[in-house]
Every structure is written in structure tokens, then in C-alpha cells.
Nanobody, 127 residues
């Protein structure tokens, strides 16, 4: 059973930085792509960033490109989301997601059904 546990959320002023972590367990982490999504109050869950299983291909939402960086550390079964230059509109519950399919060719699938999900970690950016 795949388990994903996010951490690192919190309250930060606009312009600040946070690093989210997601610890995965239940299968061979290095065979699967990973992603981050977020959901603000009253809005649909939206794609933020994705990284393929090899760690050499990334994909970002336009709204975070140049500010956020997704990375993985296979030795720790962990994926990270480094968030810089945070804006109030980045405020949301951030979810870690793991590909259901091993060694997927496509990065950044937007369909929720393509992933296993964590419980989320709250990020609040004050203005």
C-alpha cells in the first residue's frame, strides 16, 4: 500500500520561502514519477509540478515556473518542493502525488486518477 506523508508547510510572509517534503513508502520509490498539486479554499485542486521517475524531466504550472523547484532523493524515498518568492495567491493545501504507473513516459498528467495521494500540508502566505 502506497503511503505519502507531507511536511514542511506553514505560515510565511510574501516573498519568503518554504520547502515541502513528501516521504513515500509501500513500493520501490525510484520507479515512479512524483508530483505536487494544491487546492485553495473554494477552488479545484490544481497541478503545480511534476518530476519523472528518472529525475531528469520536470514540468511546472505557469503560475509557479521560475519560483518553485521539484526534486527527489531516492535514498530517502522523498520528493521535495522548494518554493521561493511566495505570493499570497500561493496559499493552499499542498498535496503530494505519486504516479500509479511505474516508469511512466508522460510527466505532469493532470488527471487525479493517475495518482496516489497524501493528506496535504497547509501553506499560508501573508501579504
Amino acid at each position: 500500500q502506497v503511503q505519502l506523508v507531507e511536511s514542511g508547510g506553514g505560515l510565511v510572509p510574501a516573498g519568503g520561502s518554504l520547502r515541502l517534503s513528501c516521504a513515500a513508502s509501500g513500493r520501490t520509490f525510484s520507479n515512479y514519477g512524483m508530483a505536487w498539486f494544491r487546492q485553495a479554499p473554494g477552488k479545484e485542486r490544481e497541478f503545480v509540478a511534476a518530476l519523472n521517475w528518472r529525475g531528469d524531466s520536470t514540468y511546472y504550472a505557469d503560475s509557479v515556473k521560475g519560483r518553485f523547484t521539484i526534486s527527489r532523493e531516492n535514498a530517502k524515498n522523498t520528493v521535495y518542493l522548494q518554493m521561493n518568492s511566495l505570493k499570497p495567491e500561493d496559499t493552499a493545501l499542498y498535496y503530494c502525488a505519486a504516479d500509479r504507473i511505474a516508469r511512466a513516459v508522460v510527466v505532469g498528467i493532470k488527471s487525479y486518477d493517475a495518482y496516489y495521494w497524501g493528506q496535504g500540508t497547509q501553506v499560508t502566505v501573508s501579504s
